[in-house]
């Protein structure tokens, strides 16, 4: 009965959906502020701006793409690009932890460069992921 409702890909796409929006959420409401108290200016509120026009733009696009990859890996992409924006921002973290550090990793720069990248990526994760849920339900 239930096969016929797809009531199982429902409460998977659920619980998945609730688990990464809620560490994107939590990383969005928090950017602007931590990366400001960071040292990084404005960038939380330019990588969230970045996103959103990312995703807007690629939403005309993302409906080949979602037919070319399939729902399920449509979903898996967009996840791995919000959860790759998300883990940028253990680096500014880990750049006040140790300012004195040489790593390339944690040079302010390439810190500020790759956030943006991230969120371009976030923003074309974000067209195909909701394009595909409503594939996968259905």
Avoid at 88 to 107: V, Y
Wanted: proline share 2%.
């Amino acid at each position: 009965m239930f096969r016929h409702l797809n009531f199982d890909r429902l409460v998977i796409l659920s619980v998945g959906f609730m688990l990464l929006f809620t560490s994107f959420n939590t990383s969005q409401f928090l950017a602007a502020q931590v990366l400001q108290d960071n040292d990084f200016g404005n960038l939380g509120f330019y990588s969230l701006g970045i996103l959103y026009l990312f995703g807007g733009v690629c939403s005309f696009f993302s409906l080949p793409v979602v037919k070319k990859l399939g729902a399920r890996y449509s979903i898996v992409i967009g996840a791995l690009c919000y959860s790759t924006y998300v883990a940028t921002f253990i680096l500014p973290a880990f750049r006040t932890e140790n300012p004195g550090s040489t790593l390339f990793l944690l040079n302010k720069t390439f810190i500020y460069v790759l956030i943006l990248i991230c969120a371009c990526l976030a923003g074309f994760g974000a067209s195909i992921l909701w394009v595909a849920q409503g594939q996968y339900i259905s």
